[in-house]
C-alpha cells in the first residue's frame, strides 16, 4: 500500500488527500454542526478573519457575511451540500447514461426486433409519464417522502405497462414486427442534447423546483448522462468483437447476463474516468445556479450563495477568497484524479 501511494505523483497525492478531508469534513458536519447554526447576528457582520464577536465570545476565523454568520460553517456546510449534489448527480447520469449507452452499442440497428403494437403501447406509456413528470410531480413543494412517492407511482405504472404490452405483441398476430435502429435514435438524442445550451436548460429546469440539494441533482443528472452514454457505447462496440463475448453468445447466455457479467466489467474503467469529471461540473453547475440564485435556498449554504454576497459588498474579500479557493480545489482534484484514471 505504502509503495503504491509512494509511486503516485505529488498532484495525485494532493488531490486524493484533498478528496478525502472533502469526504470527512461534509460527514463531521452532518452529525456535529446544528442544523439552524450559523445564525444570524447582524452586529457581528462583515467581521475579517481571526475577528472576534462584538455581542459574544465567538471567534470566526474565516470572518462572517453580510448578515453575521460564520464564514467557515458556511464554508463547511456548502461543501456537504457540494458533495451530496456531485455523487447524487454523477448517479443518477451513470446509471441513465451506462443503460442507454449499453443498449445503444448491444443492439445495434439491426438487432432489436420489436412488435408495432408493443412499440406503440410503449411509446404512449412513456411519453404519458414523462408529461406526469414534468406537470405533475410538484417539484416548487419539494418533500422528501411525497417525491419519492410521485417518482415511484409512475415508474410502476412504466412497469406493468411494459410488461402488457410484451404479452400483448406476442398474442397479437395482426402486426408484424419492424427493426428498430436504436443506436441510431440514441445517438440523434446524445446530439440534441449536445447541441442544446446545457445552462440555460438548467436555468429553465430551475425554475420547475424549490431548491433543494436533491432536486437540483436531479436535473444535473438529467443533463449530464449523453458524455456517460458516449464513453459506454464506445467501448461496449470495441468490447462486443472479442471472442469471449462471441463465446457467450453461442453458449446461449442471456442478453442481460451478457451485458452484466461480461461488458460491464470489461468496460467500467472508461466510464469512471468520466464519473471523476462529472463530480467538478455537478459543482460548477451547482455554484453557478446558486451564484444567479437560481440554485439552492438563500438559506442554505452554497460556496455560490456566498460568491454572490461577495458581489454586493466588494471590500470583503474573505467571501470570494474562500469559496473560489473551494471551487477550484475540488475541480482541479476531481480533474486529476480523472486523469490519472485515464492512464
Same mark, same amino acid.
Given at each position: ?17 484533498? !478528496? ?39 471567534? %470566526?476565523?474565516? #470572518?462572517?457575511?453580510?448578515?453575521? /454568520? ?7 456546510? &456548502? ?21 442507454? &449507452? ?38 416548487? $413543494? ?27 405483441? $406476442? ?16 445517438? /440523434? ?21 424549490? #431548491? ?5 441533482? !436531479?436535473?444535473? #443528472? ?18 462486443? $468483437? ?9 453458449? &446461449? ?6 451485458? !452484466? ?40 449554504? *452554497? ?5 454572490? *454576497?461577495?458581489? $454586493? ?18 475541480? %482541479? ?11
Amino acid at each position: 500500500m505504502k509503495n503504491w501511494l509512494t509511486s503516485l505523483s505529488r498532484s495525485i497525492q494532493f488531490s486524493m488527500l484533498f !478528496i478525502f478531508i472533502w469526504i470527512i469534513s461534509s460527514i463531521a458536519t452532518l452529525v456535529f454542526v446544528d442544523k439552524d447554526y450559523p445564525k444570524l447576528n447582524l452586529s457581528d457582520k462583515l467581521l475579517s478573519p481571526f475577528s472576534s464577536s462584538i455581542s459574544s465570545d465567538n471567534f %470566526y476565523l474565516l #470572518g462572517t457575511d453580510e448578515l453575521g /454568520r460564520d464564514v467557515l460553517i458556511s464554508l463547511l456546510e &456548502g461543501a456537504t451540500n457540494a458533495l451530496m449534489i456531485g455523487l447524487f448527480s454523477v448517479l443518477i447520469a451513470a446509471i441513465l447514461g451506462i443503460f442507454i &449507452g449499453s443498449a445503444a452499442a448491444y443492439y445495434g440497428d439491426n438487432s432489436l426486433k420489436i412488435n408495432t403494437l408493443e412499440l406503440i403501447i410503449k411509446t404512449i406509456s412513456l411519453a404519458t409519464t414523462l408529461l406526469f413528470a414534468v406537470f405533475i410531480i410538484p417539484w416548487t $413543494q419539494f418533500e422528501f417522502f411525497s417525491f419519492w412517492l410521485h417518482i415511484l407511482f409512475p415508474f410502476i405504472i412504466v412497469i406493468l405497462l411494459f410488461i402488457i404490452a410484451k404479452k400483448i405483441g $406476442q398474442l397479437s398476430v395482426l402486426t408484424k414486427e419492424i427493426t428498430l435502429p436504436l443506436d441510431l435514435i440514441i445517438g /440523434r438524442i446524445i446530439e440534441v442534447f449536445e447541441s442544446l445550451p446545457t445552462l440555460f436548460i438548467l436555468v429553465a429546469l430551475s425554475t420547475l423546483i424549490n #431548491g433543494s440539494w436533491l432536486s437540483i441533482s !436531479i436535473i444535473i #443528472g438529467l443533463t449530464s448522462w449523453p458524455n456517460i452514454a458516449k464513453f459506454t457505447r464506445a467501448e461496449f462496440l470495441k468490447i462486443k $468483437q472479442t471472442t469471449f463475448i462471441e463465446a457467450s453468445q453461442a453458449l &446461449g447466455l442471456s442478453k442481460s447476463s451478457i451485458i !452484466i457479467k461480461h461488458f460491464l466489467p470489461n468496460a467500467i474503467s472508461p466510464v469512471l474516468v468520466s464519473l471523476a469529471f462529472g463530480v467538478a461540473s455537478a459543482v460548477i453547475i451547482e455554484s453557478t445556479l446558486a451564484f444567479l440564485g437560481l440554485g439552492l435556498n438563500a438559506e442554505s449554504a *452554497s460556496w455560490g450563495n456566498l460568491l454572490a *454576497s461577495a458581489r $454586493q459588498n466588494i471590500e470583503a474579500w474573505w467571501l470570494t477568497l474562500f469559496p473560489s479557493l473551494a471551487i477550484f480545489l475540488v475541480i %482541479y482534484s476531481c480533474s486529476a484524479i480523472g486523469e490519472k484514471l485515464k492512464i
